[in-house]
């Protein structure tokens, strides 16, 4: 399976919408002022600017070398690191994650470096895609590249757990859980579901041509168009969320 890479630039024209809605998210944590925060998967760094202007202290952390320099560009503190090899010692008041969880395999490593990273009590807050998660934009395309006679086994991987999977996670790792909730968001998606498979589909695109690619999309765009694309032009994609408050028991 290929892999998931990262384009600021790309992530910016289509992809602003991620931060948009993780501003909700963010409200979560209340009011943040003389806090030390990790931004878990901080992409370019947008969300971790807000929570310095709302007076916190923020590391941002993400696996993109390319988005941590962008963040850094920003003026932002922050480093390349993978979301499972987190190694801080009580030094958080909170860990803040947004869009990211559902790119990892390994949760229980996440959960043990953010438990570790967090000071008695203090808090994990996040959403990321939940059960049932772009159901119709990830068969789509998966479809589109079948089409092809191309083998989709293992070409296309996301974490996308229920609410009570979620749970019984945190609850093992040693975090007590005060809100857990799934939300159906649909997303109205401003570059339309060519421009969404443009900059994450990345890995299941991986190794085909040019034509191929083309193909694929296309394809998907045909088969969603009807329920995904409303009578003005506008595309949307079926994202539900898994948001979380939890704290570190
Ligand atoms: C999401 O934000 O839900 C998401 C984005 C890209 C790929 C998969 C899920």
Redesign the pocket.
């Known amino acids: 399976m290929g892999a998931?890479t990262w384009d600021p630039q790309q992530y910016r024209q289509n992809a602003g919408f991620?931060a948009f809605y993780g501003a909700s998210v963010l409200d979560l944590l209340g009011d943040v002022s003389g806090q030390r925060i990790l931004d878990l998967g901080c992409g370019d760094g947008v969300l971790t600017a807000s929570l310095v202007e709302k007076g916190a202290s923020v590391l941002g952390v993400d696996s993109s070398p390319e988005m941590i320099g962008d963040a850094i560009a920003r003026g932002l503190e922050a480093s390349v690191m993978d979301a499972t090899a987190v190694s801080f010692d009580e030094e958080f008041d909170a860990v803040f994650s947004n869009?990211v969880l559902?790119?990892i395999r390994d949760h229980e490593a996440v959960l043990a470096g953010v438990h570790q990273a967090l000071k008695p009590g203090g808090r994990f807050i996040g959403e990321?895609?939940g059960h049932g998660?772009?159901a119709a934009v990830?068969t789509a395309l998966l479809a589109g590249i079948a089409f092809q006679g191309i083998d989709i086994k293992d070409r296309y991987y996301?974490n996308?757990p229920t609410d009570s999977a979620f749970r019984s996670r945190l609850e093992s790792n040693g975090f007590t859980v005060d809100s857990i909730e799934i939300i159906h968001r649909q997303t109205p998606l401003p570059e339309g579901v060519r421009g969404?498979y443009v900059?994450?589909?990345k890995a299941p695109l991986a190794g085909l041509s040019e034509t191929q690619v083309e193909a694929a999309i296309s394809y998907a765009e045909d088969l969603l168009r009807p329920s995904l694309c409303d009578g003005s032009g506008v595309w949307s994609a079926d994202?539900?969320?898994l948001r979380f408050v939890a704290h570190r028991s």
């Open positions: 998931q991620v869009a559902h790119w990321f895609g998660n772009i990830r996301h996308f969404w900059t994450f589909a994202y539900v969320r």
